[in-house]
C-alpha cells in the first residue's frame, strides 16, 4: 500500500468521506514544501560552506611563496648607508626589529656618499648598500655585475636644492657660471640632477666646477668659502635653511625630474647567488618597514636624529617624499633615460638584468 493509501485509511474514520482526499492531499502537499524548504536550506549551506573554503583557499599564502627553506645563509649583514632621508627605511625596520624577525641582524655603516660604496662592496666589507641607480648603470656598463635588489626613496617636491651663503650674489641658476658647486660624488644621479638645473639655466655642464663633498660637510663647506654653492639633500636642506645662514637658489626636483626615484639598494651578483635566503630576509624586512612608513611618515621623522646631527626638532619641517616597497621599471627607466640623455651613461641601460626580482 503506498504511504497516500495509509493516510486515507488512517483519517477515514475521522473525517466525512467527501474531506477524504482534500486531507490526505493537504499533508502531502504540507510534508513536501518542507522537504524542498529543507533540502533548499542544505545547498545554501554547502554552497556557503564551499564558498568560505574557497575564500579561505585563495587568501592563503603558501608557506614556501612568503619564506625561502632554511634560514638566511648569513645571520649578520654589514649595510653602507648614506645619512639622508633615502635610507631612512633601514634604519625603521632596525628599530622595529624586522630583520630580527627575519633571523637576521642588520648593522648600518654610514658611508660618505653612492658611489664610495662600490669597492667596499666588492671588496666584502659591506654586503649591501645604500647607492643611486646611475651608479648601478654605469658600473653594468663597464662590465661590473652590481644588481638594484631593492629601492628606497622617490624623491619629493623640495628634497634636493641648490643652496648657497645668504650674502652670495647668486640667485638663480643662471649664477653658477664658473662656480664651484658641491655634490656627494662624481658620476652619480645628483650630477645629472645638477646638469638639469644648469640647462633650465642656460649653462652647461662644463660651465661649473665639482667638488665632491659628503652632505653633511656641504654646510660648513659653504660657510668656510671652499665652495660656492651646494646640491643638498634633505635633512640638510631644512638644516642649512633654519640656520638663517644658507639661501636656497632652487629645487632641483622639477620639471624632468619630479618625483624621481634617486636611490637603492644594490649588491654584486656574486653575493646574491651565494646568499638567496638572506636577501629575500633582507628584502622582506625593508619592504615591512616601506609600508609602515606609508601609512605613518612620522616613522621617518624619529628615525633621523638616530643617525644625523638634525635635531628632532628641525625634522617637523624636512620635505619627505616616498618610499617604494618595489622597484617600479617605468620609473628606473626614466632614470635611465636621464642618465644617457646628459650622458653619464653611454647606452641604454638593461633594466631587465640591472634589477633583482622581488627587490
Do not use: C
Request: aromatic residues 6%; neutral net charge.
Amino acid at each position: 500500500m503506498t504511504w497516500l493509501g495509509d493516510q486515507l485509511g488512517r483519517i477515514a474514520d475521522e473525517m466525512p468521506e467527501r474531506d477524504l482526499g482534500d486531507r490526505a492531499l493537504e499533508i502531502h502537499q504540507r510534508r513536501r514544501r518542507n522537504f524542498m524548504a529543507l533540502a533548499t536550506a542544505a545547498v545554501v549551506v554547502v554552497t556557503v560552506l564551499a564558498a568560505t573554503v574557497g575564500v579561505r583557499a585563495l587568501n592563503a599564502e603558501p608557506p614556501a611563496a612568503a619564506r625561502p627553506a632554511g634560514p638566511p645563509e648569513l645571520s649578520t649583514i654589514k649595510v653602507g648607508l648614506v645619512p639622508t632621508v633615502e635610507s631612512a627605511p633601514v634604519f625603521v625596520a632596525v628599530a622595529n626589529h624586522y630583520f630580527e624577525e627575519e633571523g637576521l641582524t642588520v648593522e648600518p655603516v654610514i658611508v660618505t656618499g653612492p658611489a664610495t660604496v662600490v669597492p667596499q662592496v666588492e671588496s666584502g666589507a659591506l654586503d649591501l648598500a645604500q647607492t643611486d641607480y646611475t651608479t648601478v648603470f654605469r658600473l653594468n656598463e663597464l662590465g661590473r655585475e652590481f644588481k638594484i635588489v631593492s629601492s628606497l626613496y622617490q624623491a619629493g617636491q623640495g628634497g634636493f636644492a641648490i643652496a648657497v651663503n645668504d650674502d652670495s650674489k647668486i640667485r638663480t641658476a643662471a649664477g653658477l657660471k664658473r662656480k664651484k658647486v658641491a655634490i656627494p660624488n662624481l658620476g652619480v644621479l645628483q650630477q645629472v640632477v645638477l646638469n638639469g638645473a644648469l640647462k633650465r639655466a642656460g649653462l652647461a655642464p662644463d660651465d661649473v666646477l665639482l667638488v665632491e663633498k659628503p652632505y653633511p660637510e656641504m654646510y660648513n663647506a659653504l660657510r668656510a668659502g671652499q665652495v660656492d654653492a651646494a646640491l643638498l639633500a634633505e635633512p640638510y636642506v631644512t638644516h642649512a635653511r633654519d640656520t638663517g645662514r644658507v639661501r636656497i637658489v632652487e629645487d632641483a626636483m622639477t620639471g624632468e625630474f619630479a618625483n624621481l626615484y634617486t636611490a637603492g639598494v644594490t649588491a654584486t651578483g656574486e653575493w646574491i647567488r651565494r646568499n638567496p635566503r638572506t636577501l629575500a630576509a633582507f628584502q622582506r624586512a625593508l619592504a615591512k618597514a616601506q609600508r609602515l612608513i606609508a601609512g605613518d611618515p612620522q616613522q621617518v621623522r624619529d628615525a633621523v636624529p638616530t643617525y644625523t646631527k638634525i635635531s628632532r626638532e628641525a625634522t617637523t619641517e624636512i620635505a619627505l617624499g616616498t618610499y617604494p616597497a618595489e622597484p617600479d621599471l617605468k620609473e628606473l627607466q626614466r632614470v635611465a633615460d636621464l642618465a644617457l640623455s646628459y650622458k653619464l651613461i653611454k647606452r641604454p641601460a638593461d633594466l631587465g638584468s640591472a634589477v633583482v626580482k622581488g627587490g
